[in-house]
């Protein structure tokens, strides 16, 4: 019991560690914080709910202490609370009539995550569009970092300024979902080659969304075309983690109807390389694929992937 406290403490420290290495602004402080996640998820899928919580807590102990109280409380809101959340759902099962475990889907631990992706950042998005001071800030930075890249399309109007940071966010949200989503694909790599995890590996192929996916995308698309202000901004960010969902479902789609074929590892391997290369094309089918595979079941007609269904 006291090995186990101790190994979470542990993990919640290396990871406030990892979070706080963002305060020296470097290149490899980004990368070290892009996997401040992995050590609450990695202990969650090995140790269990409790694990994670105890984990979170000293992760955001030792940032208030030794650190500044923001960078503890950013720390909780991004990185504890959503990992601690998403480890009790992963980690939900109970006995099927075959007399085995059935296991919380995989699907419904992403729309979990979308729905953490919207309260987190659109209560961000709400507190900057109603504080000027951290939303001028904000704007500098975003300013600042445009300029860097391409001074020609840096917003010159204070107005299209603003307008750049409130659409950041919903960028920001949809990054932050890839991120967790990485963190945890590498937690459960982790946890499996050790032997320690509790949930089974399940393939990419498996996912499935409810239907209602599509009908989300939909309607935050036609708010974000119709309104202005508050409510088109937050339309933004819920049409982005929509998207970003059904990105994924979509890669599943890829993934299930290769699944029998001989030469599926090249198949996949050229599909990413020209998903890489050519995303801006590539990524908005893939996202149809996702969209329309609750109707069109293409992992079922084309896949060898027996009872995949629309949630």
Known sequence: MMQNLALAVFAGGVSGVLYASLITGSVLAMILAYVAMLPLLLIGLTHGTVAVGVAGLAGTAALAVFGELPLAISF???FFLPATALIRQA?????????SQEWYPSGLILTWLGGIAIVVFGAAE??????SDALGGLSATVRATVERLDPASAPAATDESLRTVALFVPLMG???????IIN???AQLIAGRLGRNRRPSAPLSDVTLPSAFGLVLAASGAALWLADG????LSALIAAVATTTLLL???????????SRPWRGLGLA???????ILSQFLAPVVVLLGLVEPWARLRERFGSVPGVKPG
């Open 230 to 233: 508050v409510i088109g901004y």
């Open 126 to 131: 709400l507190y900057l569009l109603t504080d």
């Open 76 to 78: 909780a809101v991004v």
């Open 91 to 99: 980690l939900l099962n109970r006995p099927n009539a075959a007399g």
């Open 184 to 186: 945890g694909a590498l």
């Open 270 to 276: 050229g599909f990413y390389l020209a998903l890489l």
């Open 249 to 259: 479902q979509g890669l599943a789609v890829v993934h299930g109807v290769l699944r």
């Open 174 to 180: 949809a990054s932050w979902m890839i991120m967790v």
